[in-house]
């Protein structure tokens, strides 16, 4: 059983009561980064996202504070994905019994830190008892300009180029060094940890997007799972370019990946919770800060060329129901 | 530590930055039941609400599709406790691994039959893996009629009569009667099973308060403790009348405690979860449905008065982190 296929059963289930919301408009429902909603003049992107311990995250790699602070701009992250600027955020705080008030106020701390430097408040919430620590969050954006679309996964075209606006691979060279246990790390490995700590949701970057690029989504799950959920969106071929994407590649990147089983390529492809943006559109609309690491063309799935060469790529991100 | 406690802590962690959402327009932050938006020309009211294995269900005492909905009208419970019109909802649904495909569609089977019956359609959500399976929902719904203000915990005044819409204590009086593990039950148990398994959201309900109560909460974690929510934030004493409680109780509560170790009485004050609302308002104003079970006074807290007698009433509901 893979995500899609559960995502299609709920497609199935949920899909036909999208039509028939007839108070708010639906615009957009499941399967995309957010889901669109018309009400009165507001145009609202709304998201939820959830980080389980043990899942997402070891108590010993994060302090609360850290867990609430990622969490959130994890939750934000698919806001920016849309082009939207987030407005205001609730949080579902599930605690084991043996939290008490500080720790409590520890994860909120996180929470509020990321809140204010996204300027989206939190604005209520809901706190309940569980076996094992998780953050639910749930985040409003709205779309400004009148007449501007979102970003969508489903609108790249043949021909675009393919855009990276962020950093990739940080985040999982950052988690494989804490998985190894080492005690000491490189400059590099220490950075790497930074970013999967406190990742940042690019909003800025995601707003610069709109008017500009065909298609976009955030880089959860690695590069390699993400770009395939525009290539299948938008029924298209995704191209990337190999020497396009080691060049995208910061220093610390290559810096930390010959401490680590696994070369820089291979961490920007498969790792995600970098909350990079990727995106697609024409050359001639590219926004500053896009590196360019491949293109749109025919076909479907993703591919990486290299020397003219083509091989195509599974998504080895993380699904979490594989 | 109570969970009053942790709720100032919060209030102070993230209070300050609610005024700031200069994007959205914050109406009313953290507190009530659910929080306030402006955006445009739209009003909105915006809940999150999870329902945890073992906390809040145990799996041999629901089906998988009654989880799904029982999470979601609990969740929208909130929406209708504020006066407003549900929109939409996105789920986040954490699942044990060993969760099939199947497992998980009973689950939304149960969700898209709530969401149908409140015409709010799921659109949208996250699926993740946990130890323990959850349903978290976020709701968004609108307030309608442009004067209208929603109906908050906080506006009580002394004079008001104290009404309840819809029934308490049968979902305590079947969850008593899950936990005793009765394999047969009478008949007026196996309704109460029924009520704590398939709550409603009391939609229309807390739509006719508009414009007649100053104050409404819905009884989610017991009448006890739920009128002390009004009474705090209110600044004023609830005073519960015995015998207009009693009056109000449905006979099946009376027929179904004759089988459990609470009466009538208890089951009423203590049992939440059945998601009736507790509103107070003027005489002149009681809208069709309502039962009056006492009054505003000036003070604090909530009593019980019989005979003129009254005592106080602690607060003995759900909570969690008590």
Not at 99 to 115: D, H, L, S, W, Y
Request: aromatic share 4%; charged share 20%; with cysteine.
């Amino acid at each position: 059983m893979t995500e899609p296929q559960i995502i299609a059963d709920l497609l199935r289930q949920f899909g036909s009561q999208q039509q028939r919301g007839k108070r708010g408009s639906v615009t957009l429902g499941i399967g995309d980064d957010a889901a669109l909603l018309r009400v009165g003049t507001a145009r609202l992107v709304w998201t939820i996202d959830c980080s389980v311990e043990d899942i997402h995250f070891r108590r010993d790699w994060l302090s609360l504070s850290e867990i609430g602070y990622r969490a959130t701009q994890a939750a934000v992250s698919d806001i920016a994905a849309m082009g939207a600027t987030p407005l205001a955020m609730l949080a579902n705080l599930a605690a084991p019994g043996s939290f008490a008030r500080r720790e409590i106020g520890q994860i909120a701390k996180g929470q509020a830190r990321a809140a204010r430097e996204l300027r989206c408040p939190v604005v209520g919430g809901n706190l309940t008892r569980a076996a094992a620590l998780s953050v639910t969050t749930t985040v409003l954006g709205a779309l400004q300009g009148a007449g501007r679309a979102p970003l969508l996964r489903s609108g790249a075209k043949v021909g675009d180029e393919l855009w990276l606006l962020g950093r990739v691979g940080l985040a999982r060279a950052g988690l494989l060094s804490l998985q190894s246990g080492a005690r000491s790390r490189s400059r590099a490995l220490t950075s790497c940890v930074a970013a999967w700590r406190r990742p940042q949701a690019l909003i800025k970057q995601g707003q610069s997007l709109i008017g500009r690029a065909h298609a976009a989504i955030d880089v959860s799950d690695g590069l390699a799972e993400d770009a395939g959920r525009i290539a299948t969106a938008s029924r298209v071929k995704l191209v990337i370019d190999q020497r396009g994407l080691l060049r995208a590649l910061p220093k610390t990147l290559h810096d930390a990946a010959r401490a680590l089983p696994e070369g820089a390529l291979d961490l920007a492809l498969i790792g995600g919770e970098d909350y990079a943006l990727l995106a697609t559109g024409p050359r001639a609309k590219r926004p500053k800060g896009a590196a360019v690491i491949g293109e749109v063309a025919k076909g479907n799935g993703v591919v990486v060329r290299n020397n003219g060469r083509e091989r195509p790529l599974s998504a080895r991100g993380f699904d979490h129901f594989r």
